[in-house]
């Protein structure tokens, strides 16, 4: 039960996070580090990552992810 909320929290966070960013990239702006973006993912939230990547096309040219 906790598992299931907290992979839910994770995932939805860490595509919060991809979209703020490519939002940042595009306005200028403080950006979120690819450490945190790494982090985030191997917390669990590649799920959410993952789809941040393909929903925003954000981050699919860089060699990290």
């Not at 966070?13 to 945190?36: C, E, H, N, P």
């Amino acid at each position: 039960m906790y598992f299931s909320r907290y992979f839910f929290l994770i995932n939805c966070i860490t595509f919060i996070y991809m979209g703020w960013d490519k939002l940042k990239a595009k306005t200028g702006g403080w950006r979120v580090s690819v450490f945190l973006l790494l982090l985030l993912n191997f917390a669990g939230g590649f799920v959410g990552g993952w789809t941040g990547m393909l929903t925003f096309r954000h981050k699919t040219s860089n060699s990290p992810f």
